[in-house]
């Protein structure tokens, strides 16, 4: 759905062919979050599914390791800012492999683009909608005709809710103006500009970065609907401002929310962070928990939402391991048509998921229909949504077959304590351990 127009659009790349796509990314000031997690695996989906499409997609996601959090955090450790950003982006992008979130094209970073910041700036005071302040630079919100199109509320509303944010910037006309350009205290990390030594206020990052990157009038702005409004809107005022053309579609995923259906703030179990929520579930399970979700509703995610992905993901293994020996065939073309017309009609993953599920039970029903329907399965699972089916390390894991190999020699000579012990440790490695006529057989559970 197009957020400026609260409509469901055609989208129509501006190159035909060809998706721009620009996703804000992270301020590296801590560990990634619930809500990280959510954001980018709504669009690592998205943009796998355009690709398997046959769009070619440019994907840019920009990092911030300039900004006042990372500042806070810094002094908070008493190390420099650059260390600070640095640990947090390793960290980062170590989590989002654990995800299985592809990295971007690009991901251009706050620090490498002062100069084209500086520029903007420039461009923004000469044509009269930005003016200096005691202590910077900032943007006049007022100067710009249509300013809150993508809040979606009304200029009254937001006042109020601008006023509580902003108490440290002095030097604003209105509380909807926003600081371009922050003049450093001392010791803090600072670039030269004809306004002082500083540094760039987070809004107009992305304006350079997406506009460099991906042209004027690219496809698509994408992020969490908490950056809709005021973020997403300040990026769209500048560049109205300095007269280029901005992005063509916006769009906003959800947020995560606790059972209650209050914003996501506290933990889910002992669990606050998505490392730590990667320790305990893999990243398919995370997978399938967002597309089992509307990207646009709220998500929940609960011991309970999760078990129930988990289980999901579980039951499509199981089905990919009984239909392996299968003849290979072509995938069944109704089950993809329906998965098309779900994921066109505004990424309706749920109803992906539903058909996914009915092609299993179908497959189970009508033995000669199995090979292509395990064949749509497992190329709407794997290649177009990213969730990889199964995880065949049973087969490698020399450990595993050892294991497998311990219990079989037991259980043929009656050593039944020794057979026990087998399967134990084979369980305590996360698999299910079964007798079959042909001897031990293990498949791995999900985490
Ligand atoms: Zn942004």
Redesign the pocket.
Known sequence: MNTATGEVAELEPRDPGHLSVYL?GPTVSGAPHLGHGRVTLVWDIFRRYMRWSGLSVRFVS?VTDIEDKIIVAAAEEGRPTAEVAGRYEKLWWKTMDGLGVERPDFDPHATAYVGEMVDLIAVLLAGGHAYEGGDGVYFSTASVEGYGLLARQDLATLRTGARVEAADEAGKRSPLDFVLWKRAKPGEPAWPSPWGDGRPGWHTE?VVMSLGLLGEGFDLHL?GLD?AFP??EN?RAQALAADRRFARHWAHNGMVVDERGDKMSKSVGNITSLPGLLDRYEGRVLRALVLNSHYRSPMAVTEGALESAKGMVERLDNFVRETRDLPPAEPDPSTLARFRSSMDNDLNTTDVLAGVFGAVSDARAEPARAPALAAAVKEICQSALGLALPFEEERLNPEVLEGVRLRDEARARGDYKEADAARERLVAMGYVVEDTPAGTRVRRRPR
């Open positions: 804000c920009n992305c992020g950056l973020h997403h990026e």
